[in-house]
């Protein structure tokens, strides 16, 4: 399985953005899908995920009500909406793909994408 994240640039705070990963592989509707950020100088951070199914997802609590993780398992794509951006949003947005798993914690997901750059001016 391979990942291939697109959609980050440059917005103004309270501009939207949508991030797409498409992945490679038979078996999409298989995997847990997750979206984290690295922040300059900092950790990386969960920021939403979903189900295989796409029936559930999980969003960090700094995102809630203003990202959107979805998923289109015909075009083994995930994507993120991100609606009223903010400066603090300014990261490197990694997808990450789980084997039956679909929760918060780096470690559950084995396979990652290469990053996408947001930047959110004020």
């Known amino acids: 399985v391979q990942l291939q994240a697109s959609g980050g640039g440059l917005v103004q705070a309270g501009g939207s953005l949508t991030l797409s990963c498409v992945v490679s592989g038979r078996t999409f509707s298989s995997y847990g899908m997750a979206w984290f950020r690295q922040a300059p100088g900092k950790d990386r951070d969960f920021v939403a995920s979903i189900i295989g199914r796409g029936t559930n997802t999980h969003y960090a609590d700094s995102v809630k009500g203003r990202f959107t993780i979805s998923r289109d398992n015909a075009k083994n794509t995930v994507y993120l909406l991100m609606n009223s951006l903010k400066p603090e949003d300014t990261a490197l947005y990694y997808c990450?793909?789980?084997?039956?798993?679909?929760?918060?914690?780096?470690?559950?997901?084995?396979?990652w994408g290469q990053g996408t750059l947001v930047t959110v001016s004020s």
């Open positions: 990450a793909a789980a084997k039956n798993s679909w929760g918060p914690r780096e470690n559950e997901y084995g396979t």
